[in-house]
């Protein structure tokens, strides 16, 4: 049977049929979907979790794998960089069961706060590579790639890139093969607890395993070579294969699916039998350098495709047929339309009243990070998963105590992220007696990457209920003092500037926490707010709230605000910042 997937839920049905029977996970795209494929498809044959970040996931993978469970453990790219530490000791553990880490990766950022090649990971942490070109091989990949995890006792990395993960293709689907676990746990103290003795033995192991593996890539059809005019040689992977085929169909190709260890001699041989070759890939220059310093003569490369952002089948067209596309020309008067925060969303009080403040605002990953766009412009920094309040504290150091509210530091930071890796700040934070406040968004999900549960919704993927984390008590536990954690909604203004200037007043950490919901995940809808025209004096106040919702108009020579009630969520933020009294519900 043939079934049109994604390369995430392909993936997800490689992990059915090759017998996965554990897996892990955070949200991020763009690799979200492959867990939720999983929990959503094969809930009986699959045990699948959120973890609270990448390297908890990766480090219960690891448990899961030790037990003898086929395992698989999905994140984004940057999420590798959170999982490199479990990660690069895990190869030399070893596994007993396949253990496959997904690396979804986002060339030209399209929702992360870096472009970076994952494929360095892979030579990084001397780990072998599959690098699948459409959903067919996203799937047939995963199997694959268990059967190298369990055959050379190593994890083993599968890259992605956003249009793999989310391109659709017709796949071949097959029968689930069982592998089942033997429910006993090997006490290999040597093969599992690294200690630098025990380390040291492992080391010369991994280098013999890259051996081995490169003479299997020489031979795997995961690497293919396909014939065909030898003045220009290809080699490429992944999604570039693709494009490079529909640009110049008639080439030769050697089309790499196991990028790492790369197999040697079918690259010299390759490159022996044509006249020109050319390295088509995104991003890095890693399968150009690596042909290179195998003395093998490279025409065109990175001289030739940016090093910088994602490629599309009309630019590899353009530069390898000097051919130019005939594009349409832009639809003509579409408005730009800067991302925002969603009407009604909750965040939006909160960064009214820090903006209103004039405070430091030291920011995280999340929807809240389009505070720092205008109109809001209240977020002054954002670095990566949990950085907030680490750097607010390190910020809070340097300043010293003052009485300007403008060196005053604000942490804000979500629920969801606030678990990944904020309850590590806000313990730095307090065992080094920082005093910056900190204010945590529990808008009771994962907002960002689509709505997932987090620790504090009290659901697991899957929807049955599970305790929920108290952040209230969490805080208290690590040291905040009880009066210091304050609980206040976010659409009450009035009450959050009271709050966060009692707290700003205090020389020792502080929680602000507001908890009104996801507009969006929880359907929160009100009555919708209207403009009294006659009291508007047309100030664009309500605007500066950045709602989609106000909007203003003309009439005559009059200038006043109008609300769309298809859009308002009877929030009422935009009538909270009217010192006019002109928005009403």
């Known amino acids: 049977m043939k079934e049109v997937l994604s390369g995430n839920e392909a993936i997800a049905r490689g992990a059915y049929e090759a017998g996965v029977t554990f897996a892990a996970a955070y949200p991020g795209t763009p690799s979200t979907e492959i867990l939720e494929t999983i929990s959503a498809r094969y809930p009986g044959e699959i045990y699948s979790q959120w973890s609270p970040n990448e390297k908890t996931a990766l480090e219960c993978g690891v448990g899961a794998s030790m037990a003898g469970a086929r395992t698989l453990v999905s994140m984004k790219h940057v999420g590798v960089n959170v999982a490199a530490d479990p990660l690069f000791t895990a190869v030399y553990t070893g596994v007993k069961g396949g253990l496959v880490l997904i690396s979804a990766d986002d060339p030209n950022l399209h929702s992360s706060q870096n472009e970076q090649d994952n494929r360095n990971f892979a030579k990084f942490a001397k780990l072998p590579m599959l690098e699948p070109s459409d959903s067919q091989e996203a799937k047939d990949f995963l199997k694959a790639a268990l059967d190298i995890s369990e055959a050379f006792d190593t994890p083993v990395l599968f890259r992605t890139t956003t249009r793999i993960s989310h391109s659709k ?42 051996k081995k593996i490169a003479q299997l890539a020489e031979t795997s059809p995961l690497n293919r070579v396909e014939w065909g005019d030898t003045h220009i040689g290809i080699i490429s992977s992944g999604i570039t294969y693709q494009y490079a085929k529909e640009a110049l169909p008639g080439a ?29 890939e995104e991003l890095d220059p890693f399968l150009e350098e690596q ?4 003395g093998v003569r490279v025409d065109h ?5 940016p090093i910088l952002g994602e490629l599309e089948p009309s630019c590899v ?7 130019e596309p005939k594009k349409k020309a832009p639809a003509e008067g579409l408005p730009v339309r800067p991302p925002v925060l969603c009407p009604g969303c909750s965040h939006r009080g909160v960064f009214a009243v820090l903006k209103k403040l004039k405070v430091f605002v030291s920011g995280d990953i999340g929807c809240y990070t389009l505070a720092a766009l205008p109109p809001l412009e209240s977020m002054h920094t954002c670095l990566c998963m949990g950085a907030s309040i680490t750097m607010a504290h390190g910020i809070s150091k340097v300043i010293g105590e003052s009485e300007d509210y403008k060196n005053k530091v604000v942490a804000v930071i979500g629920d969801s992220t606030f678990f990944h890796s904020g309850v590590t700040g806000l313990i730095d934070l307090i065992w080094n007696r920082g005093n910056a406040v900190v204010a945590i968004q529990d808008n009771r999900i994962t907002a960002m990457t689509g709505g997932q549960e987090n620790p504090g919704s009290g659901h697991s993927v899957s929807g049955v209920e599970s305790p929920a984390i108290d952040l209230e008590k ?15 909604s976010a659409y009450d203004l009035k009450a959050l500037e009271a709050v966060f200037r009692e707290e700003l007043e205090k020389p020792e950490p502080s929680a602000v926490i507001t908890k009104d919901p996801c507009v969006l995940q929880y359907r929160v809808k009100g009555e919708p707010m209207r403009v009294l025209a006659e009291k508007c004096t047309g100030c664009k106040r309500c605007i500066g709230v950045g709602c989609i919702a106000v909007s203003m ?12 009630p298809n859009f308002c969520t009877g929030c009422t933020v935009c009538a909270q910042v009217c010192k006019a009294e002109a928005i009403i519900r």
């Open 169 to 210: 293709s017709v796949v071949e689907l097959g029968e689930r093969e069982e592998y089942p676990s033997t429910g006993e746990i090997d006490r290999n103290t040597r093969k599992y607890v690294m200690l630098p003795g025990h380390a040291r033995q492992r080391h010369p192991l991994i280098e013999e395993r890259l």
């Open 553 to 564: 108009m003309q009439k005559g020579e009059e200038t006043f605000a109008a609300i769309d």
């Open 291 to 294: 042909i290179r310093l195998l």
């Open 317 to 323: 067209t353009a530069l390898l047929t000097g051919v």
């Open 474 to 488: 969490l805080v208290i536990a690590l040291g905040v003092k009880p009066e210091n954690v304050r609980v206040v």
């Open 252 to 280: 030769s190709f050697l089309k790499l699916g196991m990028t790492w260890p790369l197999p040697a001699k079918l690259i010299r041989d390759f490159a022996s039998k044509v006249k020109k070759l050319i390295v088509v």
């Open 301 to 305: 490369g990175k001289d030739l495709f």
